[in-house]
């Protein structure tokens, strides 16, 4: 085509380190939030709990591994991944990605569980990850956080290691501490309604003034008018008689114009201007 892409387009921005190891930790937060994963679409009603911490996934082929996974309660999420593998619509189908399915379980595994890797490839959505190398594209598909996560119990004990705790900070990502909660308590609706607010704050107002939610338009409310202005009354009562005065006048003008006399009025003026012009014409 005319003016293609260049090659050495930049396609993506940069960020700090610090802030991508806050965006891992932040979607890693979020998938012990059943809400959060519910909203993302995975079914996790048989889930006992989250996060779903497995003591062992290291078992012999992949059948076993299915067979685990669906006694946890992650069998409706694993059938639902499978349903919905379809033909990718428009031209991308050509382009070596023919086929689309839904997102499903990430397992987490440690050092003593490496198995998982080559058992886990053969399942339909399902990804895996080591616990040293989480990535946001993992954990947060599609920018939405609350992806269903199995987590085994090695990769779960290795976290406080990886992203350090409020107490330490991280043994493998040099001088990183946890995001700290700007709010200790986000119950915003318990904190202004607490004695120690309460008794901060100064009373309600009572003006009518100010808080009257009923407040009239002194233009189109005549009532409104006659408080705000004490001759509005006598104004109008003025108005009204000189209306009334101007239609009584214009009446009797209509009428006296309409009768004998007014008729014989006029035609005596029409004979009489009839006259002066004949005038000025004979002396030009």
Known sequence: MFAPLKIWRKWHAKANITQRRHAVASALAATACAPLVMARGHKVDG??????????????????????????????????????????????????????????????????????????????GVDTCHVS????????????????????KDAFKALNDTFGTYKMDSKQKSGYTLNRHVMGCAD???????????????????????????????????????????FGKAKAALIAKLEADRHAKRAKAIKDKKSKAGRHTKAKRTVRDQKLYAGLEKSY
């Open 47 to 124: 889930i006992p709990e989250l996060p779903l911490v497995v003591d062992s996934l290291n078992v012999t082929n992949t059948k076993t591994l299915l067979a685990t996974l669906t006694r946890f309660g992650a069998g409706s999420d694993l059938d639902k991944v499978r349903r919905s593998k379809k033909i990718r619509s428009g031209q991308g189908k050509y382009r070596n990605s023919r086929y689309v399915m839904r997102k499903g379980p990430l397992i987490v595994y440690g050092d003593d569980n490496v198995k998982v890797l080559r058992l886990a490839k053969n399942l339909p």
């Open 188 to 230: 915003i609706a318990r904190i202004i309604n607490s004695d120690q607010v309460q008794s901060k704050l100064r009373d309600m107002r009572q003006s009518v003034r100010v808080h009257d939610k009923t407040k009239k338009n002194p233009l189109t409310n005549k009532a409104m008018m006659n408080r705000v202005n004490p």
């Open 133 to 152: 190398r989480l990535n946001v594209l993992q954990l947060a598909p599609g920018g939405h956080l609350g992806r269903f996560t199995v987590f085994t």
